[in-house]
């Protein structure tokens, strides 16, 4: 019942061995080639390649047509509607593009494990922990935590209608999203507090709960960083 | 926890806590599932609606604007990583400049204004049918205006569309979308009677 939650397909094929930054680099490079050129004598071979990639991943026929059947609607309807507004030309060009990208994305979805990807995803965001917008232990654990309560979420999503079907009710949005968000809502302390126990976030990155924390103005920030700067400046 | 009743000043100058993150990632899921879960029928205009987007105004209206926002780019980045998990089972980098990558982002700032705007409108009337009324328009000027202000042009770019078709096509989606805002509203309403919690 519970969904799949992830598209990886284990294999040995080149595009798995691939290093994960470099298949998601090349994937962004092309994200934003596709769209600076319009000739379909350029984006033919482009999505050529990407078919080509697509299949030497080696997935099995029946699930690979499983992963194309919603791509293909897009690639169906958008160049159609391209062609009904504008011209054959750019319903080319246009289908070209989607095509590329499309199969590009899956090739390297598929071949690519969920970690390695967020492992990248968390080397690029690194940077911007510097700007103290972004905290890479917070965002970690955010997503750690939704992996494993979306199957949770799932499951009381279940529950909450069996139960309801069961009363002779059926399917009223409100009815069953309330009862939903407020058990989110309730396990979110329990949760919480049971992270807070392991101490999962390094205790640098970790907000002291103590009594009166909370009135305290927020503690001086790490001078030792700041400090070793200077140095590197100075010297 | 006796901390979510004392009222605080600057309290978005705050530091995330452990609770922070757990509510992000709690609403991400539920985002997620409702896109997983077969569509409930609406039977608005025969266009399938899933309420995916429904789970995007609520963590908006419930959380606060922002950390209704980040339970959304939180999605945006799952779905990055190659999840599949906006409806229908798509997922991957693909999703970004494809026609609805727009869509997608404007989550973000779609969540942020509608949970700025309950803040703002619906936490002053006395009345409670006001209060319903205000966190229902809080929905549809976040969930829709926001979202489709940076979908459309996105699809026009992404698509080649003018801005007036791409304007036409986002129009189907309209009454589903008005219809998930007006839920969308009612819910988070009756959670933040049930369940309160402090908003930011």
Redesign the interface.
């Known amino acids: 019942m519970t969904?799949r939650?992830?598209?990886?397909l284990p294999g040995d094929t080149p595009l798995h061995r691939a290093r994960a930054d470099w298949k998601?680099s090349v994937?962004?490079l092309a994200?934003?080639g596709?769209?600076l050129v319009r000739s379909p004598a350029v984006l033919g071979p482009c999505a050529g390649l990407a078919a080509v990639a697509l299949l030497s991943v080696r997935t099995p026929p029946r699930q690979l047509a499983r992963h194309l059947t919603?791509?293909f609607v897009?690639l169906a309807l958008?160049p159609a509607?391209?062609a009904v507004?504008?011209s054959a030309a750019?319903a080319v060009?246009?289908g070209l593009r989607?095509c590329t990208?499309?199969l590009?994305?899956?090739a390297?979805?598929l071949t690519?494990r969920?970690s390695d990807?967020?492992d990248v995803?968390e080397r690029a965001l690194r940077p911007l922990e510097r700007t103290r917008l972004v905290?890479a232990a917070?965002?970690g654990?955010?997503?750690s935590?939704?992996?494993r309560?979306?199957p949770?979420?799932?499951h009381r999503?279940?529950d909450i209608r069996e139960a309801q079907a069961a009363r002779g009710l059926s399917?009223s949005?409100?009815a069953?999203?309330?009862p939903?968000?407020?058990r989110?809502?309730?396990?979110?302390?329990d949760?919480?507090a049971a992270?807070?126990a392991r101490c999962?976030?390094p205790p640098a990155a970790?907000?002291t709960?103590r009594g009166g924390a909370?009135a305290a103005p927020?503690p001086a920030r790490s001078p030792a960083p700041a400090g070793r700067k200077d140095e590197e400046a100075t010297g | 926890m006796t901390s979510s009743h004392t009222p605080r000043r600057r309290a978005a100058r705050r530091r995330m806590e452990t609770k922070d993150v757990v509510l992000i990632a709690l609403f991400c899921a539920i985002i997620v599932v409702l896109g997983l879960v077969p569509p409930v029928d609406l039977g608005v205009a025969g266009v399938p609606i899933t309420l995916q987007t429904l789970g995007v105004m609520l963590a908006g209206a419930v959380l606060g604007p922002v950390r209704g926002a980040l339970a959304c780019a939180l999605v945006v980045l799952l779905t990055i990583a190659g999840l599949p998990v906006l409806a229908g089972g798509r997922g991957g980098f693909g999703v970004v400049p494809g026609p609805t990558g727009g869509y997608l982002l404007g989550w973000i700032p779609g969540a942020f204004v509608t949970g700025l705007l309950v803040t703002v409108l619906a936490t002053r009337p006395r009345s409670r049918p006001a209060r319903q009324a205000a966190t229902v328009v809080a929905c549809l000027v976040g969930g829709i205006l926001v979202v489709y202000a940076l979908g459309v042009p996105w699809t026009s770019v992404s698509t080649g569309l003018s801005l007036r078709q791409s304007t036409v096509t986002a129009l189907y989606f309209l009454p589903g979308d008005a219809f998930k805002a007006v839920v969308a509203g009612l819910v988070a309403q009756n959670v933040r009677q049930a369940y309160p919690i402090e908003r930011r």
Not at chain 1, 5 to 8: A, F, N, P, V
Not at chain 1, 184 to 189: C, G, N, R, V
């Open positions: 969904p939650l992830s598209l990886y998601l994937l962004l994200g934003i596709v769209f919603g791509p897009v958008v509607a391209a507004f504008q750019t060009t246009v989607l990208l499309l590009a994305a899956l390297v979805t690519t969920t990807i967020l995803l905290n917070a965002v654990l955010a997503v935590l939704a992996l309560f979306i949770e979420a799932f999503f279940h399917g949005p409100v069953l999203l309330v939903l968000a407020v989110m809502l309730k396990s979110a302390e949760i919480a992270v807070d999962y976030p970790r907000h709960e909370a927020p």
